[in-house]
């Protein structure tokens, strides 16, 4: 399985001789083989131990790229390649890489450019006024509008479970209740708050400017050109693509999006996604709490293994889903999981990334 995917990552010497290449290929590659298959086979039993006892509950995938090859390929709970993953708000990232590419095309002029004027066709809106006029692309995609919308607040008038219930997902959001005292930090950022609703809102944006369904756009402009085959998109009762969340994808096709992340928004050799949007989605733009930090509709956060602290930007889901990167190490993982809504569930992934993962990719000698 993934021995082989290991040997193809590996190169052999170039500076041998002629008359000493075949007898030192066939040395190297007795000790490659030997290196991978004790690599591999390592972080498989680390992985199925782990995994046996509990420690990581309905895990159902676990990819490693390094070097831009699939170093660790493992299936957990009956599935297996082929399966769609449901790492629900993971797909969010995705609806950022749109905009990225939206902007790029001169569909929708800047992050800063006033979301509800996309949504002239919704009005009127209730709550309508200069405060929610003023909410902006970049706004949503930092978790930071003024819409009175927080998923951890039960309370909140745009909590998401609200929103699943409405026929028209759209014309809820738009009449969404702002902020009382709503303020701009020096930096021109609201306050922190995870608002699924935002980023469909966002999705809605992406539709109007691009003169298309969404998820033809994200299939003609992304999927298409990572040559993703299969996908599933969760809608509203009348037929909205629902861009927050719970878009189905396969664990190889989303360790194919955290690779063009890795490459700067390239895809062999073609690039799909602008590098100045990667760059400005991979950066800090809000703190989230004490130990995550916010780009654009993508988290960042500090892990820590016993050879050091690595940063890594990531996705993240209901049920302990991520899909990281590592820059530094130039790798990632992809963790698919269902243990929805459940406590602990990211503070298990993390410790499976901390004490199992990252170890063999960082603790071991090149």
């Excluded at 390592?42 to 070097?67: C, F, H, M, Q």
């Excluded at 902020?179 to 306050?191: E, F, H, I, V, W």
């Amino acid at each position: 399985m993934t021995l082989w995917k290991c040997l193809a990552a590996q190169r052999v010497p170039e500076e041998m001789t002629a008359s000493h290449r075949v007898v030192t290929v066939g040395v190297a590659s007795v000790a490659i083989l030997a290196a991978c298959a004790v690599r591999a086979g390592t972080l498989e039993r680390a992985v199925r131990e782990a995994e046996g006892k509990g420690e990581i509950p309905k895990l159902t995938s676990v990819l490693v790229l390094k070097d831009g090859k699939t170093t660790y390929e493992g299936y957990f709970g009956g599935t297996d390649a082929e399966t769609l993953q449901d790492t629900r708000s993971a797909t969010k990232s995705i609806t950022s890489l749109a905009a990225g590419i939206a902007i790029a095309e001169g569909r929708i002029p800047s992050v800063s450019s006033p979301a509800f004027a996309f949504l002239a066709d919704l009005k009127p809106f209730v709550h309508d006024g200069a405060t929610k006029s003023a909410i902006t692309v970049e706004d949503l995609l930092t978790m930071s509008s003024a819409l009175d919308c927080d998923d951890n607040d039960d309370q909140s008038p745009g909590n998401e479970e609200n929103m699943y219930p409405k026929q028209v997902w759209a014309r809820w959001a738009v009449d969404l209740p702002v902020k009382a005292n709503y303020l701009r930090d020096a930096a021109g950022r609201g306050p922190f708050a995870y608002c699924t609703a935002g980023v469909f809102l966002l999705g809605q944006i992406i539709q109007r400017a691009a003169g298309m369904r969404v998820d033809r756009y994200v299939e003609e402009k992304l999927f298409k050109p990572l040559g993703i085959a299969r996908w599933q998109w969760p809608t509203s009762p009348s037929g909205e693509v629902m861009t927050g969340g719970g878009l189905r994808l396969r664990s190889r096709d989303l360790a194919a999006l955290a690779q063009i992340l890795l490459d700067g928004g390239r895809w062999q050799g073609k690039q799909v996604v602008p590098e100045s949007w990667v760059n400005a989605a991979l950066a800090m733009h809000r703190k989230a709490n004490e130990s995550q930090d916010y780009g654009y509709l993508f988290w960042r956060r500090d892990y820590n293994t016993r050879c050091g602290r690595f940063s890594g930007w990531y996705m993240a889901g209901n049920g302990g889903n991520a899909i990281i990167i590592f820059k530094d190490l130039d790798a990632a993982v992809v963790v698919t999981r269902a243990n929805y809504n459940t406590k602990g569930m990211h503070q298990q992934t993390v410790r499976l990334l901390e004490e199992y993962v990252l170890p063999e990719l960082a603790c071991r000698p090149a």
